[in-house]
């Protein structure tokens, strides 16, 4: 079969799937529910590859070999350089813990994009304003794993892993020990919108974890909206 034409019913081709580095049993639909960033990456790797900066085209052809012979069809690694990144909590969830933990490898973070199809139906894809990164998805399941309660600080948590907006400042009124009222910046979702565009990326973290139910999410998020309905902007930084 032409290497090109691919169907999802059919497996993508040993040589093909080996240079993707994928399993040889691997469908082409899986490729579709990565992020626009990972895929870049993917279709820059085998870029490399064929220009002759990575492993020769025989290279690939014996790895192929060798994941057919594998048992269970698993793939034969030679130290990816993915499996053996990290990520500091204190950039993606906390400005507090500067915990490293490995980066979920490339089958949980699938595994998580496929539940969000199970839930929101088939064929839909995550809007990119509100799709999370590896990153997050791996910190939020490491605080599901720990036991912990999957709490995430919006001043660093949000829509494309917050590249530009580090640590957004918001400035308000807060209530004193006095009940005074006194004026105060401090890091956290500046308006409403901000609030709404991190919880949504939250959301569906959550969702794609299979942690919490889309109802009990939905439910969390409704009184945030009717406090700032009802109280306006001026008060939101006590919201």
Known sequence: MDETQLTDDKAIPGSLAALLGANPDTKPAALGILSEADYAKLIGHVCRIVAGQGQTIEDLKRKAAAISTTPHGSAVSSGSTAAARKVKLSSVISQIDDTEILLADEKE????FARFEVVYG?????PKESEPTSEQITAVKHLLDQ???PYVDFAIFGPYGMR???KVKLSGVMLGRDGSVK????HGPANISHWIASYTVLQNVLVMLDAVDLG???RYKAPVER???KYGEKVWSIV
């Open 216 to 218: 009990n999410l939905l």
């Open 227 to 229: 406090f700032h309905d």
């Open 109 to 112: 973070i699938l595994k998580a």
């Open 183 to 186: 004026s105060q910046e401090f």
């Open 164 to 166: 530009i907006l580090k």
């Open 147 to 149: 036991g912990s309660v």
């Open 122 to 126: 088939k064929g839909e894809r995550i």
